[in-house]
């Protein structure tokens, strides 16, 4: 893409020479340079695109661009909300359209085709220009995903007082690509169950912000909501009741919902440990199931591992994991591998049968089970995904296409690194969304949570992708996410739990540094990230508050040293 003479562009950050509080970008693009002259909507503003064969996602895009357009009416956070705009406005100019167009040689296809390819070869890209004279302004990209990633940062450019939309930025002119491929969000279904509507309107609010996977952890110990075609009796004796299941058409609908928004759906059945559920379907194929006190057996209760020494479990669960995954379009399928107990088998009768018999030991059965169950995902061409005590732990031999999540501590990547396994971050230490909240188990009112202190946004924003690395080791860092683990969310608090704070990560796999090469920093983000919150709020989403209202209108006011 042609993108070379916008790179030398001066790039001027929030605060320098800016109306105070307008830039609004979130995550940040790779180069920007605005003017400081004020431009209006018209009312009958459109996008004029320009591709021939537009598939039909891109259309569906382009309406809510221009439904959030004209619906958002976020007044600007300053004091006054755009009162002392009104001056500029009555001279601006008027912008009349948008034209999108990708680059010669681009094929249209889908956006829900673009956002599912395998991490490197997705085209995110997109170069952005409003003039300040109401010519027309352009979105270019190389594909119609780097197209409605354009889209998003379009849309927050504009304010609205006194029945006008408008900016105080142009001209501007922004070229965008993504630091690293993967910019995920985890949420757990299992421990409480989220309806449909409520997965729908956190994707929306991904897409607003540049993530692109939805790590769906669907299933653990507590409850198995998915509907599985060829194990039916799974949901209907582990979901909580027939009303809280993921049908196989709930799946699809959520799956391309996600897809046109630029979203790929990476669903994680964890096993071996986590599986408890399963013994209510399948008992001899679980290992001390229920069993008490529970804490001897599992991190947290119901105990219940699967007896993955036993050749029938092994083959189940390469068919349960090969049925569930070919029926996704995501190139990637999560088999967990965390906390895996080992109580849970030294006394287990048929366990110990099995590698008595065999004279295999306990980690050499896990290997085999995890070099089976993987073997049959990348069979079907998928590639696996596993938590990191497979590595760290196990040693299990995987293939060197496997992803490893980082989550016991962000010290761990080194370690993995060094294997060459490429990594996601997940680290506890920063982004688990549900630290803080404290004790969930009862009988224990001095508890805490084992994450404790709750994770804010600015502790997330000032983690290092590449801590401890070496500069040879960074191409194995595909990005990160944050986590959401519901044993104490469920659709009541999701909004405000998740958001704001998980677009912290977002714009640090998104944007690596501000425009100028400075590190990301919270003093100058905060600013931007009242804005996201606000506009989210504006669409629908109950985003909690960072500050109160009083200092969201005057940046800086509240820092700590003001």
């Known amino acids: 893409m042609a993108f070379s003479r916008y790179l030398g562009l001066l790039a001027l950050v929030a605060g320098c020479l800016l109306p105070s509080g307008v830039l609004a970008l979130w995550p940040i693009p790779t180069t920007l340079q605005t003017g400081m002259t004020a431009l209006k909507i018209s009312p009958t503003f459109y996008f004029d695109v320009q591709i021939e064969g537009a598939p039909a996602d891109l ?281 895996l107990n080992t109580n849970c088998y030294a006394d287990d009768y048929l366990t110990q049968q099995q590698l008595n018999s065999t004279g295999m030991t306990l980690n050499g059965a896990l290997d085999t089970f995890t070099q089976i169950t993987h073997g049959a995902l990348i069979a079907e061409g998928k590639t696996p995904v596993v938590w990191e005590e497979m590595v760290l732990n196990w040693n299990i031999t995987l293939s060197n296409e496997t992803i490893v999540m980082i989550w016991i501590s962000s010290a761990d990547a080194a370690a993995v690194v060094e294997r060459g396994f490429r990594i996601v971050h997940a680290p506890s230490n920063y982004f688990y969304l549900d630290c803080g909240a404290g004790e969930w188990l009862g009988d224990d009112p001095a508890g805490n949570s084992w994450c404790d202190p709750f994770k804010t946004w600015s502790e997330a924003y000032t983690f290092d992708p590449l801590a401890n690395l070496t500069e040879a080791q960074y191409n194995l860092v595909l990005g990160g996410e944050q986590l959401l683990w519901s044993e104490q969310s469920g659709p009541q608090n999701v909004d405000p739990i998740v958001w704001p704070r998980a677009a912290s990560s977002a714009e640090i796999f998104w944007s690596g540094k501000q425009p100028t090469g400075a590190a990301l920093n919270v003093t100058e983000a905060l600013p931007r990230l009242h804005d996201v919150r606000y506009r989210m709020v504006q669409r629908g989403v109950n985003a909690i508050p960072l500050q109160p209202h009083w200092c969201a209108l005057r940046p800086d006011a509240c820092d700590l040293n003001a």
């Open 59 to 339: 259309g569906d895009a382009v309406a809510q661009s221009q439904y959030y357009l004209e619906n958002d009416k976020l007044g600007r956070l300053v004091v006054g909300r755009g009162a002392n705009d009104t001056t500029a406005l009555a001279s601006a100019m008027t912008l009349s359209k948008l034209t999108l167009s990708l680059t010669s040689g681009a094929t249209a296809e889908p956006i829900s085709s673009e956002a599912v390819k395998p991490l490197g070869t997705r085209s995110e890209e997109y170069a952005l220009t409003i003039p300040a004279d109401g010519s027309a302004a352009t979105l270019t990209a190389n594909s119609t995903l780097g197209l409605y990633r354009g889209l998003t940062t379009f849309n927050q450019l504009f304010y609205y007082y006194g029945g006008v939309t408008y900016t105080l930025l142009a001209p501007i002119a922004i070229t965008d690509t993504p630091a690293y491929p993967f910019r995920g969000l985890e949420l757990d279904t299992s421990r409480n169950y989220y309806p449909v509507s409520d997965i729908l309107r956190t994707l929306d609010a991904m897409s607003w912000v540049k993530i692109n996977t939805f790590h769906w952890h669907i299933t653990d110990s507590q409850s198995f909501p998915l509907e599985v075609a060829q194990y039916p009796e799974l949901a209907i004796n582990g979901a909580y009741s027939p009303q809280e299941v993921y049908t196989a058409s709930d799946v699809q609908y959520i799956v391309q919902y996600a897809a046109s928004r630029g979203i790929d759906v990476m669903m994680e059945i964890d096993t071996p440990g986590h599986t408890a559920i399963i013994g209510a379907t399948y008992p001899e194929y679980v290992a001390c199931f229920d069993a008490r006190p529970w804490s001897d057996f599992a991190n947290e209760p119901p105990a219940g591992q699967l007896r993955f020494a036993l050749p029938e479990v092994v083959n189940f669960t390469a068919s349960l994991l090969t049925n569930v995954a070919k029926t996704l379009p995501s190139y990637y399928f999560s088999t967990g591998g965390d906390e």
